[in-house]
């Protein structure tokens, strides 16, 4: 995207920060019944750190936010996955390929990589909550050498609703990197685990001392995801979570997507828990 | 410091409104319709400074209730120049709130081209309080009912006179062009100044006799943090929204597309923190659903997280949400009552 112009312009040659740049759809997949992954060609890279979002345009609907799930090291395409929820998330799902949405961004902070060295990093997605969390992985794959461990952990409502199934191979393949999925409900023809995700943290065997853990799904997993955590003995400070509130203009100045004084999206909204463990309102 | 007579400070507004669009406060039968109004409604030739702010906040001239701020696709990606507007007679109140707003949307990382335009481009022709309103509060929030800084010339009152200072290069400017000759100020006028701003300091004083804080607003929010307190003070609101749009510091807005002609456009509406849909989330989860906490959550903003992220709280005093409130909620006896029981709390642990 074009730079985004920083501090006051005497002359009014400013740069509209509200302007979405016009992207292709190239593709769109489809990852389970109710959710989609779009593949977008940007007219210029937009380079962005894994964990930072974007606002997504579709015309004349709206605009919402969403993370990217693709690597940051590969910005030809970027990839956004998006799960049915309501109005804008409807729109999104009738799209083709050919069709134009609209973009601002990189927006937020992004998890931070430079802590996660050297670290066994243990990586808990629930539903949608993984596609966040795959540009995080596609991240730590990239420079897997400067990680002791990834430890994946990833729950469904049924085995339908996994996404990326395809991908989940290649993961198990990777040195120090290990996957287990959980559903909450079998359809039968299932014959991995079922449970919720929670239930995948009980012995990870993961060394307390040298680790991060890192959440994202809906806020209900969120907050059992961390008690759990808490229980078996990760400290908050070891724990990040990358948090949904609603938001509206991205940049930290529409006002309504804070946890405390933090606003997560140019604070967030991936948040060390020891941050924003004291206020009443953090899940919700 | 200068000094011009009433008639021809009338004349020099009418020379400036051939140059610049003007927006005044007009002062109809009572107190409570003093509005700001284009120069044209004004009609009787007679212009006084207002006796205290008007009910409307200057902020609507920085960022409008409702503002289109693009077009897509395909369109100009750059902001368009504004012409100045030259603002008569605003209140330090409300000039304070300007420099809190600009902590958000002009200092940050992004700042909001719009607002940053009408920094840049409006006038601020200032004015001293001349009175005080019942719900004024301006020196309980470590302010005062005239302007020290921050506009281009400014107003007060003195014998029949009124003086000029000015504030700024444009402002000497302005002053220059469109004030003709004009005379230095007398000391007399000056120290008669000087009496009338002890005077409304003194009134306040006396209307705000009984709110006395102790310790700082943010010390006594966070300890109600997850108090039940709130619920009784919020008690009276009927959510209307009021005070957060009259307030000349509130700045939340919401963006929402819609069709415009052949392509969409993008619009920026105030919002208010007092409505549930403003956190409600896909899947209906609101964070801050029930009324207590959107109250609670006003508050803690202004008097709170605000101070922790900019050193300064976002409250100027200027009145508007307690005498706007139809719930009769006096923001100074919020405060009051939030420290009354952190006071009780202490002697509790105490003992
Ligand atoms: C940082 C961040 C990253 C995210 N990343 C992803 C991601 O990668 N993938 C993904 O699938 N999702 C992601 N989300 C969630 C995604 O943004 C939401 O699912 C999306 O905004 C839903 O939009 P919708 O219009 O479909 O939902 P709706 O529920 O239709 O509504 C959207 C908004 O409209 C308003 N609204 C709707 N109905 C009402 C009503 N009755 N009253 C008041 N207000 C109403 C609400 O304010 C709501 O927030 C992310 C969210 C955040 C904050």
New interface residues.
């Given amino acids: 995207m ?1 730079k ?7 002359e ?9 740049l ?1 992207t292709k759809v190239l593709d769109v997949i489809t990852e389970t019944p109710t959710i989609k992954t779009l593949v977008l060609k940007p007219p210029v890279e937009i380079p962005f750190k894994a964990g930072q979002f974007m606002q997504l ?1 579709i ?6 936010p969403f993370t990217p799930s693709s690597s940051p090291y590969h910005l030809e395409t970027m990839e956004i996955t998006i799960l049915k ?2 109005h804008l ?1 409807e729109a999104v799902h009738q799209l083709k390929a050919g069709d ?1 949405v ?1 973009l601002r961004g990189p927006f937020g902070k992004g998890f931070p990589l430079e802590k996660f060295e050297g670290k066994e990093i243990l990586v808990v997605g629930g539903g949608v909550g993984l596609a966040p969390l795959r540009a995080l992985l596609n991240d730590l794959f990239h420079n897997l050498n400067k990680y002791k461990r990834v430890s994946i952990k990833y729950g469904a409502r049924n085995p339908s609703e996994l996404s990326f199934q395809r991908q989940y191979d290649d993961w198990k393949k990777l040195l120090h990197v290990d996957f287990e999925c959980t559903v909450d409900r079998s359809d039968g023809k299932w014959s991995g685990k079922v449970g919720l995700v929670t239930e995948l943290l009980e012995n990870t065997g993961i060394d307390l001392n040298n680790s991060y853990a890192v959440s994202c799904g ?2 209900i997993m969120l907050k059992f995801v961390t008690l759990k955590l808490l229980s078996v003995g990760f400290k908050p400070e070891q724990i990040y979570l990358s948090m ?3 938001m ?2 991205g ?11 933090y606003y997560l999206c ?1 604070d967030g909204p991936d948040m060390n828990y020891a941050k924003i463990q ?4 953090v899940f ?1 | 410091m200068y000094q011009i007579s009433q008639d021809r400070l009338v004349a020099a507004i009418k020379k400036l409104n051939h140059h610049y669009p003007i927006v005044l406060p007009i002062q109809k039968d009572t107190e409570y319709s003093l509005k700001f109004f284009g120069v044209d409604a004004w009609v009787d030739n007679q212009w006084k400074i207002s006796p205290i702010r008007t009910p409307q906040p200057l902020k609507s001239f920085f960022y409008p209730p409702k503002q289109n701020v693009t077009k897509y696709p395909q369109s100009e990606k750059q902001v368009e120049k504004l012409q100045s507007l030259v603002i008569i007679g605003s209140k330090a109140c409300d000039i304070n709130a300007l420099k809190i707003i600009d902590k958000v949307y002009r200092e940050g990382d992004y700042p909001d081209p719009y607002y940053l335009r009408a920094r840049e481009k409006n006038i601020i022709i200032a004015s001293d309080c001349l009175d005080a309103g019942k719900f004024c509060a301006c020196t309980l929030m470590n302010s005062l009912p005239y302007p020290e800084k921050d506009f281009d010339l400014n107003l007060s009152a003195a014998d029949e006179n009124i003086l000029i200072e000015v504030g700024s290069e444009q402002g000497e400017k302005l002053l220059k062009d469109f004030f003709g000759d004009i005379k230095k100020a007398s000391e007399a006028q000056l120290a008669q100044r000087d009496k009338n701003r002890q005077s409304v300091i003194e009134k306040l004083k006396e209307i705000n006799r009984e709110f006395q804080y102790f310790q700082s607003h943010q010390e006594a929010i966070e300890r109600h943090l997850k108090s039940k307190e709130w619920k009784e003070l919020s008690k009276t609101c009927v959510e209307c929204g009021i005070c957060t749009q009259i307030c000349p510091t509130c700045y939340c807005f919401l963006l929402f597309d819609q069709p415009s002609e052949k392509r969409y456009e993008r619009i920026k509406v105030w919002d208010s923190c007092f409505f549930a849909g403003y956190s409600r989330m896909a899947g209906g989860l609101t964070p801050r659903l029930g009324l207590a906490d959107r109250f609670k959550h006003r508050f803690y903003h202004k008097f709170d997280s605000f101070v922790t992220n900019f050193g300064v709280e976002a409250c100027t005093g200027c009145g508007r949400c307690s005498e706007g409130c139809m719930g009769n909620i006096d923001l100074r006896k919020v405060l009051q009552e939030l420290e009354k029981k952190v006071v009780l709390l202490e002697k509790i642990e105490l003992s």
């Avoid at chain 1, 009014?12 to 979405?20: L, T």
Wanted: proline share 7%; with cysteine.
């Fill in positions: 074009e985004m112009l920083k501090k006051t312009s005497q009014y040659k400013m740069e509209n920060i509200y302007y979405p016009e345009t015309f004349g609907v709206g605009e919402a929820a309501g998330t134009n609209g809906p806020e949904n509130r609603k509206s203009c940049m930290g100045i529409c006002g309504r997507c804070n946890i405390g004084p140019k004291k206020y009443p309102d919700g």
